[in-house]
């Protein structure tokens, strides 16, 4: 069965410092995996998808997220945390289907 | 180009009653799912309509079901509302059903129920 942990509820960080979201699935075939960003009382934006091509893959706003089989991983990254940033962050495996299976959550606080 | 579009954005009903979501995709997706969020936790799937009928379904009662027009825009349908439907009801769009078509979200309905 197909599904993933976030294995953190809140991260906290300052502006400027790095950011750290982690993921961890489970497929018993070769995944699709997505992030997705929620601000308050808003739908869900697309960031970045992995669809098994490149294991690091870029998205919007300098996020970044590398794919490890080995691991069954995949973190989400940004250099450098902006104040804007702060919003709820859902990483997401596709069924081959294309239903989608949601993380809990990763509530990410950024401080100035 | 309009991304995805639903209405309305927010609705009080009372136990028992039923309610109807509307949902129009993005420009070119011909795919639509919809998905419940219960406050503090992710989406879960209800159900997906491609060519006018229900392809898969989530672990939903019946109560739920819905409708895909010639268009590609959708319906929701809720009834005999309990007061666990309390949610955010959110549709996503996609072109085709593929597991590597990113779906686009609407900013979703706000369903309260009293």
């Known amino acids: 069965a197909q599904s993933v942990t976030q294995l953190d509820s809140h991260v906290s960080v300052s502006e400027g410092t790095p950011v750290l979201l982690r993921c961890n699935y489970s497929?018993?075939?070769?995944?699709?995996l997505f992030w997705y960003v929620q601000h308050p009382n808003k739908g869900l934006q697309l960031l970045l998808k992995?669809?098994?091509?490149?294991?690091l893959v870029k998205g919007i706003n300098g996020f970044e997220a590398e794919f490890k089989k080995s691991e069954t991983s995949f973190h989400l990254t940004k250099p450098s945390a902006h104040m804007s940033d702060a919003a709820e962050y859902f990483c997401?495996?596709?069924?081959?289907?294309?239903?989608?299976?949601f993380g809990q959550g990763t509530t990410l606080q950024v401080k100035p | 180009d309009a991304g995805v579009t639903q209405s309305p954005t927010h609705l009080i009903k009372t136990r028992g009653q039923q309610v109807t979501l509307r949902c129009s995709p993005k420009s070119g997706h011909d795919t639509v799912s919809w998905y419940q969020q219960a406050l503090g936790q992710g989406p879960q799937f209800i159900f997906q309509?491609?060519?006018?009928?229900?392809?898969q379904r989530g672990n939903f009662p019946d109560r739920f079901s819905g409708h895909q027009f010639p268009n590609y825009s959708s319906e929701l349908n809720v009834n005999a509302l309990l007061l666990g439907d309390s949610a955010l009801y959110l549709c996503a769009s996609s072109f085709s059903t593929g597991s590597n078509q990113p779906q686009h979200f609407g900013d979703g309905t706000r369903l309260s129920i009293l």
């Open positions: 997401v495996v596709s069924l081959y289907t294309g239903k989608l299976i």
């Open positions: 309509y491609y060519e006018e009928e229900e392809r």
């Open positions: 992995y669809t098994s091509a490149a294991t």
């Open positions: 497929s018993s075939y070769s995944p699709s």
